[in-house]
């Protein structure tokens, strides 16, 4: 059984090397309970001819999380191995990888359809120095695999369905999209964000830096009318909020109760 290597090389499925991977992400956590040789075995009985290593990585992630129940440990290891996963499979320069979003190109109808604003890739640009050489990309893997996925699947912005970005990237990012070419903000506002002191509203992390940079979270509204026109023109300003990711609250108390006496429809 061989496994596809991400330089395109094959090579003879290997115990001892998938062990050895995952033990080098098991410091600092429990010896007496997590078990590296354990995974491999699992992870063993998974596997196919053929696999690549993301998806063996895959595997031994989700392996590593099914055991979180016999000690939390796991789930520390489990993000461990995806986020590394991640790294593996994505660029580590902040500029580079701003660059490769803003110049994304639409396979479908082979548009230029840039996933960050052209004012966000200029300011990233023209202090690429300090950006880079600010973000510690250690950060990544103080999440736990469940929060990890999370970001994973709904936050990181992605090529082809694929992220292109890590997490310290995604909140460097927000962080220019924030305070644009106040650089000596952003950065602060990234090792608060990276260190976990606050976080920002799904929409912020969604929309910063991004050519829709709705950042609010919560819209409260009335019903502008209770007739036909009041009530689609609310649906509509509804749905405008809705798709860049803002909760609504509606107050309908002017809409007639149930059973009420309806003078005519012209």
């Keep these: 059984m061989h496994v596809i290597k991400r330089d395109g090389h094959q090579e003879a499925v290997s115990f001892d090397k998938i062990t050895s991977r995952i033990q080098k992400l098991c410091y600092g956590l429990n010896s007496d309970f997590v078990d590296p040789a354990q995974i491999t075995m699992k992870v063993i009985q998974g596997l196919y001819s053929g696999v690549t290593t993301v998806e063996l990585d895959t595997l031994a992630a989700e392996t590593a999380a099914t055991l979180t129940t ?30 490769d979003l803003y110049n994304y190109v639409n396979p479908l109808n082979k548009r230029h359809s840039p996933m960050i604003s052209k004012e966000t890739l200029e300011i990233v640009l023209e202090n690429k120095a300090r950006l880079n050489s600010s973000i510690i990309y250690d ?32 909140l460097m990012r927000v962080a220019v999209g924030i305070h644009k ?14 260190e976990k002191w606050f976080t920002h509203a799904s929409p912020t992390l969604f929309n910063a830096g991004t050519n829709r940079p709705q950042l609010s979270s919560c819209f409260l509204l009335a019903m502008k009318d209770d007739s036909i026109d009041g009530i689609y023109d609310t649906l509509k300003q509804c749905a405008l909020i809705s798709k860049s990711a803002g909760g609504i609250g509606l107050a309908v108390s002017c809409i007639r109760a149930t059973g009420s006496y309806i003078a005519g429809v012209s």
């Design 70 to 99: 016999k000690h939390p440990d796991y789930a520390i290891l489990a993000a461990r191995i995806a986020v590394s996963n991640l790294h593996k499979e994505t660029k580590k320069v902040f500029s580079d990888v701003m660059e």
């Design 139 to 170: 950060r990544d893997f103080s999440y736990n695999f469940f929060g990890f996925k999370t970001l994973e699947r709904s936050y990181l912005l992605k090529i082809n369905g694929k992220a292109a970005e890590r997490p310290q990237h995604m």
């Design 181 to 194: 070419a106040d650089i000596d903000a952003a950065i602060e506002t990234y090792n608060l964000l990276s």
